[in-house]
T-cell receptor, first 112, second 110 residues
Framework: SQTIHQWPATLVQPVGSPLSLECTVE??????LYWYRQAAGRGLQLLFY??????ISSEVPQNLSASRPQDRQFILSSKKLLLSDSGFYLC???????????FGPGTRLTVT | TQLLEQSPQFLSIQEGENLTVYCNSS?????LQWYRQEPGEGPVLLVT?????EVKKLKRLTFQFGDARKDSSLHITAAQPGDTGLYLC??????????FGKGTRLHILP
């Protein structure tokens, strides 16, 4: 069976500091991978998705970037965090585009 | 732009009552998913419906996909405190893109 991991679970960072959130998937090959941000326990905002190694599509221009250095590893980064980057970050995977997505446990980021 | 509207946004009911929440759109979807999310955790997939008019049951939860594949409902019978959470619907468009609703926050009072 497939599992998805995210770390860290929680993070408190000062404004202007860098960020690196990691997501890994086990039990499947060449998954589609996604990064979402969720504000105030409500809807999901798609930030990035990837259909393969080194292939990243950005949905919303912002202070963040994503990379996929390995087939089942997806990283969300920032060089300098803003207060507005605070939120709950979720990674998800799917077998392919057009299939249901499976989510990781999330990372709560607080920028102070 | 395809949108999924979920209603109500918030619902608080007593344990043992029945409830229905809705997910509506003016667009057709090839499939639709329902997720439940608890505070501080990722959404968990409950069901996928694919065929217009399809009904799926998961214990006390009944999911229905509209005949025209534009809307869906989730009915919970005899709600329990463990049903508390944020219920998200998500539709997959003909182009393969997934669109999420903003969710219904359900609170079951013991």
């Amino acid at each position: 069976s497939q599992t998805i991991h995210q770390w860290p679970a929680t993070l408190v960072q000062p404004v202007g500091s860098p960020l690196s959130l990691e997501c890994t998937v086990e039990g499947t090959s060449n998954p589609n991978l996604y990064w979402y941000r969720q504000a105030a326990g409500r809807g999901l905002q798609l930030l990035f998705y990837s259909v393969g190694i080194g292939q990243i599509s950005s949905e919303v221009p912002q202070n963040l970037s994503a990379s996929r250095p390995q087939d089942r590893q997806f990283i969300l980064s920032s060089k300098k965090l803003l207060l507005s980057d605070s939120g709950f970050y979720l990674c998800a995977w799917s077998f392919s585009q057009g299939y249901e997505q499976y989510f990781g446990p999330g990372t709560r980021l607080t920028v102070t | 732009t395809q949108l999924l509207e979920q209603s109500p946004q918030f619902l608080s009911i007593q344990e043992g009552e029945n409830l229905t929440v809705y997910c509506n759109s003016s667009s057709v979807f090839s499939s639709l998913q329902w997720y439940r999310q608890e505070p501080g955790e990722g959404p968990v997939l409950l069901v996928t419906v694919v065929t217009g008019g399809e009904v799926k049951k998961l214990k006390r939860l009944t999911f229905q996909f509209g005949d025209a594949r534009k809307d869906s409902s989730l009915h919970i019978t005899a709600a329990q405190p463990g049903d508390t959470g944020l219920y998200l619907c998500a539709g997959i468009s003909g182009e393969g893109k997934i669109i999420f609703g903003k969710g219904t926050r359900l609170h079951i009072l013991p």
